[in-house]
């Protein structure tokens, strides 16, 4: 399902960071220095490595048109890269001139964070290389920090535990106590999800700390209701501190990396876990997907940076058919639909299926009066049965787009509550939709 492809040994002390643009690999180090590597082949680039930075090198990352690099440093400097020659392009001091931890490029590429270790975030101007805001924690050095994806808003995570929500003018919407002993990462999944609607944006971020634990937020943000991070659960598996975590570009997939030296990919789904890499000598130090490929990189305290690969077709194998109707449908070939088909107990009709080329869109499109007349499906029971698996379906895909976390659909309508109430039961207490309270009284 994912294989160890290459590794990379180049650095001479702890690597710190790694990063993906679509066509390079960024890695920095303990050594001072940064590299740069193509996908294509894992060549190191002919400018590579990028020296500057008198002290280690925390963070490094690819504006998200990959022709820039930021890299951050214990010297208390953020520096800009151009990816194409190695030319560097600024040089930007943080005003307290404390080592800088974290940096980070905003969606729409114009600004940029830098946290520092004495606890002030600076947000730059990434065009003018100006400062133009700057804040402070209240307590504890910066470590982690990300951008929302609609770049109206970020989260800086500190070695005290909190994590702090700032917007776009570097105003303080909210400060939570997050993890025991620390935060070390933060990462936000780089698909939002909204109810068009209602206007709301929902989006999902994941952090982890020195508590050995990863855990999952529900983040919601509009200029009316205000801002709400909602913690909804744990993932499991590390028995020591986490050091970094990051999603798939696709938010499918969740990775892990920990002092135990383990590495851990979840599904972000049904939260279990999918593969647990083993393969790295020391600390796990950091971890990216690549924004277009099945890559996964891992850094080390071992100095090396270890590049995996995922077997698309064995990785929807080992979930189970529930998740791939969620994840894969509309994108299913006709051999997936007769995999369905076989699942729902309808394989006598993989044939006819086949010889009309009914893959997952033209499945989701059938009919009651398609069924009977261009696939001459003659009997009703057949018929009824199919349109119910295909309505099932549908009803996945749409929760699915739609993205709307569970905690905020009704459990009794599965409509996104907008006026919800506490329903008491026989068991135990639900929240759910007014009008589902007042019809069940």
Known sequence: MVKLIHTLADHGDDVNCCAFSFSLLATCSLDKTIRLYSLHDFTELPHSPLKFHTYAVHC????????????????????????????????????????????????????????AADGTVVLWNAQSYKLYRCGS??????AACAFSPNGSFFVTGSSCGDLTV???????????????????????????????????????????GQDCQVKIWIVSFTHILGFELKYKSAMSGHCA?????????????????????????????????????????????????????????????????NIWQFDLETLCQARSTEDQL?????????????????????KDLVGIFKMNNIDGKELLNLTKESLADDLKIDSLGLRSKVLRKIEELRTKVKSLSSGI??????????????DPVIASGMCDAILSCRGCFVLNE
Not at 137 to 142: A, N, P
Not at 170 to 191: N, P, V, W, Y
Not at 280 to 290: E, G, Q
Not at 405 to 418: Q, S
Request: charged fraction near 20%; aromatic fraction near 8%.
């Open 60 to 115: 490094c990352c690819f504006s998200p048109s990959g022709h820039i690099l930021a890299s951050c440093s214990t010297d208390g400097t953020t520096v800009l890269w151009n990816t194409e020659n190695g030319q560097m392009l600024a040089v930007m001091e943080q005003p307290s001139g404390s080592p800088v931890r974290v940096c980070q490029f905003s969606p729409d590429s114009r600004c940029l964070t830098s946290g």
């Open 137 to 142: 924690v209240k307590d504890g050095s910066l």
């Open 166 to 208: 700032w917007d776009d003018k570097m105003r303080c919407l909210h400060s939570e106590k997050a993890h025991d002993l620390g935060i070390t990462c933060c990462d936000f999944s780089s698909q939002p999800v909204s109810d068009g609607e209602q206007g709301l944006q929902f989006f999902r971020l994941a952090s982890c």
């Open 241 to 305: 501190p986490v050091l970094a975590c990051a999603f798939s570009h696709d938010g499918q997939m969740l990775v892990s990396g920990s002092v135990d030296k383990s590495v851990i990919v979840y599904d972000t789904n049904t939260e279990s876990i999918l593969h647990t890499l083993t393969q790295h000598t020391r600390y796990v130090t950091t971890c990216a997907f690549a924004p277009n490929t099945l890559l996964l990189a891992t850094g080390s305290m071992d100095k090396t940076v």
């Open 326 to 346: 969620k994840q894969f449908t509309e994108d299913w070939s006709e051999e997936d639909v007769s995999t369905w088909l076989c699942a729902q107990d309808l």
């Open 405 to 418: 976390p569970d905690e905020f659909i009704c459990p009794i309508t599965r409509e996104l509550m907008k």
